[in-house]
T-cell receptor, first 113, second 114 residues
Framework: EAGVTQSPTHLIKTRGQQATLRCSPI?????VYWYQQALGLGLQFLLW???????NRGNFPPRFSGRQFPNYSSELNVNALELEDSALYLC????????????FGPGTRLTVL | AQSVTQLDSHVSVSEGTPVLLRCNYS??????LFWYVQHPNKGLQLLLK??????LVKGINGFEAEFKKSETSFHLTKPSAHMSDAAEYFC????????????FGQGTTLQVKP
């Protein structure tokens, strides 16, 4: 069974640009969570998508947004990039109910210059 | 609000000696607690989870953790460290709301010396 996949592995952008990160969940999983792992700030919850809808977001500005597609894959968009957006972005998928285990992908390393 | 505190940012052990990574939690409810491991340039892997069944939880790779409500602790242990155990370890609590989001501790870097 294939795990959670994320693309690209690395992404380099300049300040003010937009970044798009992608996540494919495990087959059959309908919920996707996004987390940011920034140096010095630890791992923080960003967004939760379930059944195609945004269900909850963490304490991040609106320039962090995303969507979930009918096949349950997800996209995270970060607009007007700032230097402090440099981080590892992790995606996790869950089968159906939120009380099940979250399976994590390898992450996308975003560097903002 | 729920939270977890990892008491050591860095732990160093010799190969073959026991490992103890400490975690305290804060929760108004019966918590769901996890330990995840992250090897360099890798995603997170679940080591073990506590969900109000047995208080002593066994995980993968010889790790185990004991839930102690009186001490609000969930420490991770392993009898004998291997070089491959060197990694970042995260103690995690699941948010009690219906979001299911995970709340992470700051992480403990485990160094294993030969």
């Amino acid at each position: 069974e294939a795990g959670v996949t994320q693309s690209p592995t690395h992404l380099i952008k300049t300040r003010g640009q937009q970044a798009t990160l992608r996540c494919s969940p495990i087959s059959g999983h309908t919920s996707v969570y996004w987390y940011q792992q920034a140096l010095g700030l630890g791992l923080q919850f960003l967004l939760w998508y379930d059944e195609g809808e945004e269900r909850n977001r963490g304490n991040f500005p609106p320039r962090f947004s995303g969507r979930q597609f009918p096949n349950y894959s997800s996209e995270l968009n970060v607009n007007a990039l700032e230097l402090e957006d440099s981080a590892l972005y992790l995606c996790a998928s869950v089968y159906s109910r939120v009380y099940n285990e979250q399976f994590f992908g390898p992450g996308t390393r975003l560097t903002v210059l | 609000a729920q939270s977890v505190t990892q008491l050591d940012s860095h732990v160093s052990v010799s190969e073959g000696t026991p490992v103890l990574l400490r975690c305290n939690y804060s929760s108004s409810y019966s918590p769901s607690l996890f330990w995840y491991v992250q090897h360099p340039n890798k995603g997170l892997q679940l080591l073990l989870k506590y969900t109000s069944a047995a208080t002593l939880v066994k995980g993968i790779n010889g790790f185990e953790a004991e839930f102690k409500k009186s001490e609000t602790s969930f420490h991770l242990t392993k009898p004998s460290a291997h070089m491959s155990d060197a990694a970042e370890y995260f103690c995690v609590v699941r948010d009690s709301s219906n979001t299911g989001k995970l709340i992470f501790g700051q992480g403990t870097t485990l160094q294993v010396k030969p």
